[in-house]
Each structure stands twice: as C-alpha cells, then as structure tokens.
C-alpha cells in the first residue's frame, strides 16, 4: 500500500467506524433504548440526578452525543428522557446540545473522508450537477435551516450532505442548534410530561410532531427558510 493510499485510508477510518458501529447498533441496541428501558429505570435515573446534578447533565450530553454520532437507534426516545429528567427548560439545551455535538462528530468525518475531494469534483464538473451546487452554495443558510425545519428529511441525511458541499463548519454548527430546536422542543415537552404518563401505565404519543398544530407551524418556518431562495429564484426569471 502507497503513502496516498495509506493517508487516504486513515482520514476515511472514522466515517467507515461510524457506519459499522451504526449498523451493529441497529441490530443490538434497537431494544436496549426504548420507552421500556426508560420506564423500567426512571426511579434510579431521578435519584441519580437529585443525587449528582451536573454530573448527570454531563453525563446525558455525553450519551446523546455519542447516540447521534454513531447513528444509533434511540434519539427520540434519548429526547423523551432530557424532558422527564431536566424539564422542557433546560431540558431542550442539553437536548439540542448533546445532538448538535454528534451531528458534527459526523459532519467533520465525512468531510475529513470524503467530503474534500468530492466537494472539489462537484466544483469543477459541468452541466446540471455544477448548477445544483452553485444553487446550494448561494443559498447556504436557507438550505441548511430548510433540511433541519422538514420532519420528512433524515437527521443523518442531513448531517452528511452539507459535508460533501463545502458548507463552513461555523454555519453548520449555527444552523443545526437552532435548526433543530423547534422539533427538539416538541418532544421536549412530551418528555416533560412522563411523569403522569408512567402514573396511568400508557405510552407517549411519539407521533404528536405530525398533529396540525405542530406541523403546520413547523412547515411555516420550513417555508420561511425557504423564502430567500424563492425571492433570489423569482429576481433571476425577471432579469432573464
């Protein structure tokens, strides 16, 4: 093996880790982070925090952070948790914290793997592939708030494609902390309220993100993000 290839190799180690802890968690944790698991302790948990307070906020930031690092199944129910745990208030800081964290953890690794040298081959190709970049690039920050704000797009879908697009690590930061807050915040408060949900024995409505009261407001930021685009889209036919 070359130096090139060895060089290569390790910068491309940490995204191929993460794709292979994240597919042998999907296989072995599936069931370990669930609402039962999270039930079945919640006694322990609250004394543990009453116990040791900033310890345990350390400590949730940290396993939310490697949860979405590693792509591993249980976000939502890990957001479910910073609610019962530390409230709506500031239960969605450590929330969005611990989620912005991973997210980047991911976003510096397939930059550092992959996304240099793809970005500059999207740079320097022709046609409608040089067009759909140049479009994100001019629109950097609506894009970017627009992937986090729409429920429909992957949250690692999201992470990964502003790697391979150049996006300056400072706006993705920006825009995944206060790109993610809104649906953060829902479940949040969900998670808030298990109290009383564990006292009648029923299960959190995990699909209250997709109730018109929530998606539409949602769906309002989404276009609101996308406005910009739409203006610049709009100036460019007139001049045209």
């Known amino acids: 093996m070359s130096a090139d290839e060895s060089n290569t190799l390790m910068k491309r180690l940490p995204i191929l880790l993460i794709f292979a802890v994240a597919i042998i968690g999907a296989f072995t944790l599936k069931d370990s982070l669930s609402f039962e698991t999270l039930a079945e302790h919640r006694e322990s948990l609250l004394a543990y925090r009453d116990a040791n307070y900033l310890l345990a906020v350390l400590g949730f930031i940290g396993v939310y952070t490697l949860i979405v690092g590693f792509s591993l199944p249980g976000a939502t129910i890990a957001t479910l948790t910073g609610g019962f745990l530390f409230a709506t208030f500031p239960g969605v800081l450590f929330n969005v914290t611990g989620a912005t964290l991973g997210a980047t953890a991911i976003f510096l690794a397939a930059r550092w793997g992959f996304g240099e040298s793809l970005g500059a081959k999207l740079e320097h190709s022709d046609g409608a592939v040089k067009k759909i970049k140049d479009g994100i690039d001019e629109n950097q920050w609506s894009m970017l708030f627009l992937i986090r704000l729409v429920p429909a797009v992957p949250f690692f879908i ?25 649906g953060a915040l829902v479940y949040t408060s969900v998670g808030a309220g298990l109290g009383e949900v564990f006292a ?6 995990l699909g209250i993100i997709f109730e018109p009261q929530i998606i539409l407001p949602l769906l309002g930021l989404a276009l609101l993000a996308a406005l910009p685009i739409l203006i610049k889209m709009l100036r460019k036919g007139k001049t045209q």
């Open 200 to 205: 009648k024995g029923e299960t959190p409505n």
């Open 158 to 182: 999201a992470n990964l494609v502003p790697s391979f697009l150049e996006v300056p690590l400072y706006r993705f930061v920006v825009s995944t902390f206060f790109g993610i807050m809104p």
